[in-house]
Every structure is written in structure tokens, then in C-alpha cells.
């Protein structure tokens, strides 16, 4: 029997033995002399292969061998980039592989030897935080995968707790943080370019995101306030030309500053749709009055389209017309009253309207223009019938008396002036109670002062003195039929008292023999 010391010479002699006599073999058989134990399950259709693992004599270059294996290339850059568990810490990564991962220890052997307890999470790439530190090993790491095969990306743990279905990728740590989940840091001025201002800071994210798509979301407001848009389109998408996101009510818009036509008076009360019936980016509106208040003219276009003229801004019932200084016919009288289509009634025209009476007024004309055109050598603006200036002494027939006080229309009911006639009974016939005995010369006793006070003198102006009874006699005593020119009434007595001749025509018809005047039964001595 060989001692300890003598049996490992002897290997040694058989060995060299060996060598010297089939140098073909030797590497093979060498080196399954030296190979301290059985390599681990992974390594084992390498244990005859030493060369796929060790190099000879070169001790310094295992490490390499170890990296160069497909199953380490990970490490391998995470140590070239000083990353992870092997790259970050510098003892780990300067040290030989075989320090911690020692094989020829038995095909079931562990050469990987992990403490899970007592582990450093923070010589990972991947610090434990928050929720994260409470949470056991497998909740990351499933079994019979590699611990530095565990992603770090939030995605791909939670991807189960991912409300929103992927939509908005896989950058969680955009909003959530490890303290929480539900506890969202999301900052949209930073972290987009579209910062919240206004009434958006206290919006939810499903009222702009619908169906919590965060990706290629519009910016345009219209996107989102079509629905809100009372103009329905008319003004396009250019809501910021107008609106601001303080408040959608509170506009920003200055048209003063930002058109050429400034607001004054009503115009600054009017709403936006009051004017702009179309988009005013694509059409503007005409900056005429008329353009827009057509509806409101009630010339009817009479006095065409320039309305300023007369108009302000301040009011439309406000009119700065001036037609005594504009115009070379100042308004007096009923005409200050008027309407302008009293007078302007014909739309279009440009030329000045006719200036006298007669153009206006034909209609009016009760002289059925006998009097002429010159209306106002008798009337005046203060009214037609008012303050009548004719001066009727100076058309043939002066106004006396009761005529004085009379209306035109009482003698001139036709409204006929100048063949009017003059003869009293024209005037008078209904008025004549002599019933037309005494013809057409009621001048002949009565006066213009009045009708019952008359003044004719049968003394004077017949031949035929009226004396005794005859004087209180009424004119149709003895009147009893038409006086006719041609034939004078007889001034007899018997032409008058043929019927009180109680003589029966005894003695004739001269009465006055024997009557008087004074009385007819005051008899006279007979005379011859």
C-alpha cells in the first residue's frame, strides 16, 4: 500500500509515463487526471472538452473564457458598460467569475451562489422604491428565469394594471411613481406641448382625451368646442382669434384694434351674428350701413343707400340731417313734422326734388288749378287752411261784413275761384224768403252787415211812395208774384183790393176819390 505523499508520486510517474509514450492522448488523459470533480448539469457535455472552458497555462484569461459563452454575453456588456449587478460595483466586476461561480463540485452542484434576503437591490441598475421595496423577490423574478433578465420597465409588471389599454404606451413613469400607482405626477406644461391654462386646469383628462387616447390628440379648439359653437361654423376654427381659456364668454377679441371698422354707439351692444352672417375669414362683410340694416330701412330705399347722411351710429332713430343747412328748403311749419317719404317718394332718384307747393301738393289742390301753382301767395307751411293771406279786395269782390268771417268753402264749395259768381242769390237762394219774387237784386235792400237788416227806401228808389197803411205793409203784401222789368206792377188801388170793393165796381176803380191811404174806411169827399 502507498502512503498519501507516495500515491500522488506515483500518479505523477504514470503520468509522465504517459506523456513520453503516446503524446497523441495526453491531453485528454491529462486532463481528466487533474480535473478536481464533476462540472455542474449545464457543463457536463463540455467535462472532456477543458479547452472549451480553461486555457493552459493562462490562469488570467478564465474570465474571458467565462464571458465568451453565449449564455453570458449579458453580462459581459453590462460589465464593458459598467451596468447592472457585474458592471456597476467595482469588486464584483474586477474579481475572477470563478470567485463566486466555482464549478467541478458535482452535477448539482449550485455555483451560483444568491442570497435573495440578504441582496442588495441598490448595486442593481434597478433601485428599490416605494411600493417596490415591500414587494417579495418573485413578484419581479419568476422562477427558472435569470435575475438580470428581469425588465426594469413599468410595462412589463403592470401591464394587467394598465387602464389605458396601452394607449398611452409604455412610459408609466411619465405619470405614475413608485409610491403609489393611482398617485399620478403628470405635468402637461412640461411634459407636452400644449400647457393647461385657464378653465382646462380643472378638467379631467377623458373630457379632452375621449376614450383615453393621448396620442395625436388635436390642439385646435374646435376639436373639442364644436358643440359649443354658436356661430356653427360661420367664423371657421380660429376660436383664439376671439375666445381666451379663462372663461368662453370672456372675449379678447378688440375690434377697434384688430379690423378696420371701429364699433361706436349701437354697433358696440350688437352681437358678433348681428353683422357677420358669414365666416368672416373667407368673406367680410361690406362696411356699408345699408349692407346690414336693409331690413330696417323704412324709405323702402327711397333715399338710397348712403344712410350716414342722415343716421349715427349713437341711435337709429337719431338723425343728424340737417335739412336747413344741407338743403336749400329749411322745414317749417307742418313740414317740420313730416316723414322724409312724405316728400321722398321716388327711390333712386339723385336729382333735387321740384321746391314749390305744387309738386307735393297737387293732390290737395281743392282750386282744381285754377288758382295757378303759386301756393304761397295764399297759404303757408304753418297749414294749409291756417292764416289764409288772399287778399280778396283785389280780386273784384271785397269781403264786407258777415263776409269777412266766412271760410273760403262757404261761397267756394266746388273749390272753383275765379269764374265764381258774384250775384247774391248764387250764395243765397236757400236764404231768400221773398221765394225769388224780387229776382237776383237782393243788394238792392239787404247789406253784407246782415241779412235781416236791410235799407231799402220805396220813396226814393220807386215811384211809388208808400204812405198811410201801406208804410207797415211786408213787402209781399203787395208782392205777390215776380217782379218783371218789362212789366211794372199796376199802383192802383183796385190792383190790390178788388176783393174789399164792397161797391162791387159800382163806382169804377178809383178807389182813391173816395179812400185814403190812411185808412180805406176813411171816406173823402167824391173828387171829379
Known amino acids: 500500500m502507498f502512503s498519501a505523499p507516495g500515491l500522488y508520486s506515483a500518479r505523477l510517474l504514470i503520468l509522465l509515463l504517459i506523456v513520453l509514450t503516446e503524446p497523441v492522448m495526453a491531453g485528454g488523459v491529462l486532463d481528466s487526471l487533474i480535473m478536481p470533480g464533476e462540472v455542474i448539469q449545464g457543463h457536463a457535455r463540455f467535462e472532456q472538452q477543458c479547452e472549451q472552458c480553461h486555457e493552459k497555462l493562462k490562469k488570467a484569461e478564465q474570465n474571458s473564457r467565462c464571458l465568451a459563452c453565449h449564455d453570458h454575453q449579458n453580462i459581459a456588456e453590462d460589465i464593458k458598460n459598467r451596468k447592472g449587478f457585474h458592471g456597476r460595483s467595482e469588486n464584483v466586476r474586477n474579481s475572477a467569475c470563478k470567485h463566486c461561480h466555482t464549478d467541478h463540485k458535482g452535477r448539482s452542484a449550485r455555483i451560483v451562489l444568491f442570497d435573495e434576503a440578504a441582496f442588495d437591490h441598490q448595486a442593481s441598475d434597478f433601485v428599490l422604491r416605494g411600493a417596490h421595496q415591500s414587494l417579495a423577490c418573485r413578484a419581479c423574478h419568476p422562477k427558472k428565469q435569470a435575475y438580470s433578465q428581469a425588465k426594469s420597465d413599468c410595462f412589463s409588471c403592470h401591464e394587467q394594471d394598465d387602464n389605458h389599454r396601452g394607449r398611452l404606451g409604455k412610459s408609466c413613469d411619465n405619470c405614475h411613481q413608485e409610491e403609489a400607482w393611482k398617485r399620478a405626477e403628470f405635468d402637461h406644461d412640461l411634459d407636452t406641448n400644449y400647457p393647461l391654462e385657464g378653465k382646462h386646469r380643472e378638467l379631467g383628462c377623458k373630457l379632452c382625451h375621449a376614450g383615453e387616447n393621448y396620442k395625436d390628440t388635436p390642439l385646435a379648439c374646435v376639436a373639442c368646442h364644436q358643440l359649443n359653437d354658436v356661430h356653427s361654423g360661420k367664423y371657421g376654427n380660429s376660436c383664439p382669434a376671439c375666445h381666451i381659456t379663462q372663461e368662453w364668454k370672456d372675449l379678447h377679441f378688440n375690434h377697434d384694434l384688430d379690423t378696420k371698422y371701429k364699433l361706436k354707439g349701437g354697433h358696440k351692444k350688437a352681437s358678433c ?249 176813411d171816406i173823402q169827399m167824391l173828387k171829379r
Open 273 to 521: 351674428n348681428g353683422c357677420h352672417q358669414d365666416n368672416p375669414y373667407e368673406k367680410k362683410p361690406k362696411q356699408s350701413c345699408y349692407s346690414c340694416h336693409r331690413l330696417d330701412d323704412v324709405h323702402k330705399g327711397v333715399n338710397g343707400e348712403k344712410c350716414t347722411k342722415c343716421h349715427t351710429t349713437q341711435g337709429w332713430s337719431e338723425v343728424a340731417f340737417d335739412h336747413a343747412k344741407d338743403t336749400h328748403f329749411p322745414l317749417r311749419g307742418k313740414h317740420d313734422g313730416l316723414v322724409c317719404e312724405a316728400c321722398h317718394k321716388v327711390a333712386g332718384k339723385k336729382r333735387a326734388l321740384r321746391m314749390e307747393c305744387v309738386a307735393c301738393h297737387m293732390d290737395d289742390d281743392s282750386h282744381n288749378e285754377q288758382q295757378g301753382d303759386q301756393c304761397q301767395r295764399c297759404h303757408n307751411e304753418q297749414g294749409w287752411s291756417v292764416d289764409v293771406l288772399f287778399d280778396h279786395d283785389l280780386g273784384g269782390f271785397p269781403l264786407i261784413g258777415q263776409h269777412s268771417a266766412l271760410a273760403c268753402e262757404s261761397c267756394h264749395i266746388s273749390g272753383r275761384f275765379k269764374d265764381a259768381e258774384k250775384a247774391c242769390h248764387t250764395c243765397h237762394q236757400q236764404d231768400d224768403v221773398h221765394e225769388g219774387r224780387f229776382l237776383d237784386s237782393c243788394e238792392n235792400c239787404h247789406t253784407p252787415n246782415d241779412w235781416s237788416l236791410w235799407l231799402f227806401e220805396h220813396a226814393r228808389q220807386t215811384d211809388y211812395p208808400l204812405e198811410g197803411k201801406h208804410e207797415g205793409l211786408s213787402c209781399h203784401s203787395c208782392h205777390k208774384i215776380k217782379i218783371d222789368p218789362d212789366n211794372k206792377m199796376s199802383q192802383t188801388c183796385y190792383s190790390c183790393h178788388s176783393q174789399q170793393d164792397k161797391h162791387r165796381k159800382a163806382f169804377g176803380r178809383r178807389c182813391e176819390r173816395c179812400h185814403t191811404s190812411r185808412s180805406f174806411s
